[in-house]
């Protein structure tokens, strides 16, 4: 089983549009992070998030850590092709010596 | 200051043969994980290392794959005897601490494709 699940696998969106994607679990964590990975490059960290039901912008992406620190959200506004890459979702493992990631979604922003 | 530092970038190999795959960390960080990465996957987790120290390996397969953090130089990774199945990106990653709220630098990986 996925500890965590992101959702959609895929998305693709014409430039300009708004669009939100998701990572769930029934786990309770202490942090999570997000990572946006462009093609033939490692992921990059774009933001942790700590405490429950908090929200941090960086320009037009705007992450939401669930009140029970279960689930986030990242939601892109205006979306630009250079959006375009996977965003994983990551966590540290039950005895912190680990990052594990989620599947990631693709998105896609068409110009 | 350099980030992760990988190479090669690309590592063409015949099955049965041996893969070595190098990683130098972020100056000053003590700490290297590597995963793997499938097309179309997220990145799974294969072995962490503190200098010269193995901590968990639980995501490496038992066998043919063994990886090393030596006192001097890099990282390494090594796949022995490598069947098609190998073929993958290799990425590795280096963090200060293993704090929580740890980041983690990742390198650009290796794409290794095994004929």
Same mark, same amino acid.
């Given at each position: @089983? ?22 769930? +679990?029934?786990?309770?964590?202490? +942090? ?7 093609? *033939? ?10 405490? *429950? ?25 205006? &979306? ?10 990551? /966590? ?20 | ?28 960080? $003590? ?41 001097? *130089? ?7 005897? /490598?069947?098609?199945?190998?073929? &993958?990106?290799?990425?590795? &990653?280096?963090?200060? $601490?293993? &704090? @929580? ?12 494709? /095994?004929?």
């Amino acid at each position: @089983t996925q500890l965590l699940e992101q959702s959609p696998q895929f998305l693709s969106i014409q430039e300009g549009e708004n669009l939100t994607v998701y990572c769930n +679990s029934s786990s309770v964590f202490s +942090s999570l992070q997000w990572y946006r990975q462009e093609p *033939g490059e490692g992921p990059v960290l774009l933001v942790t998030v700590v405490t *429950g039901g908090e929200v941090k912008k960086l320009k037009r992406l705007t992450f939401q850590f669930g009140d029970a620190r279960k689930d986030s959200s990242l939601h892109i506004t205006a &979306a630009q092709p250079g959006d375009t890459g996977l965003y994983l979702c990551a /966590v540290w493992g039950n005895r912190d010596d680990k990052i594990i990631f989620g599947k990631g979604t693709r998105l896609h922003i068409l110009p | 200051n350099a980030g992760v530092m990988q190479n090669p970038r690309h590592l063409v190999r015949r099955r049965g043969q041996e893969a070595r795959l190098r990683c130098s960390p972020v100056k000053g960080h $003590s700490h290297v994980y590597w995963y793997r990465q499938l097309p179309e996957e997220g990145l799974k987790f294969m072995v962490y290392l503190q200098k010269e120290n193995i901590i968990d390996e639980s995501g490496m397969p038992k066998e043919r794959f063994s990886a090393e953090f030596p006192k001097e *130089g890099p990282s390494i990774l090594r796949i022995q005897q /490598v069947v098609r199945g190998d073929s &993958a990106a290799y990425f590795c &990653a280096s963090s200060f $601490s293993i &704090a @929580t709220n740890e980041k983690l630098f990742f390198g650009s990986g290796t794409q290794l494709s /095994v004929l």
